[in-house]
């Protein structure tokens, strides 16, 4: 089992940056892989970054590219998203999702445990 906490959300004007942090519990963090997603209101949730179980390959959706980062500490059982450049349309609620099996970054149908979410608002 494994419990996910987001922090770090809040508002910012467009071209600010944000990071946020996900906390989990539990000592077999270092062998999930980790994503973000995030969901607009009336829309679907969407893949936003992932990293691998060891922190060595980064995914990233087309429209993060370049502007967002993701990363994780294992000693600290926590993984961040530093977000850059922000936009408008990056306003959300953002979750973090752990993947036990280390496949399927891009579907949130393949991440076994999610956080609550952190609200993002990007004011233009």
């Known amino acids: 089992q494994v419990q996910l906490v987001e922090s770090g959300g809040g508002l910012v004007q467009a071209g600010g940056s944000l990071r946020l942090s996900c906390a989990a519990s539990?000592?077999?963090?270092?062998?999930?892989?980790m994503g973000w997603f995030r969901q607009a209101p009336g829309k679907e949730r969407e893949f936003v970054a992932a990293?691998?179980?060891?922190?060595?390959?980064?995914y990233y959706a087309d429209s993060t590219k370049g502007r967002f980062t993701i990363s994780r500490a294992n000693a600290k059982n926590t993984v961040y998203l530093q977000m850059s450049s922000l936009k408008p349309e990056d306003t959300a609620v953002y979750y973090c999702a752990a993947n036990r099996w280390g496949n399927g970054y891009y579907s949130r149908t393949t991440y076994d445990y999610w956080g609550q979410g952190t609200q993002v608002t990007v004011s233009s």
């Open positions: 539990g000592r077999t963090f270092s062998s999930f892989a």
């Open positions: 990293i691998s179980a060891n922190g060595g390959v980064t």
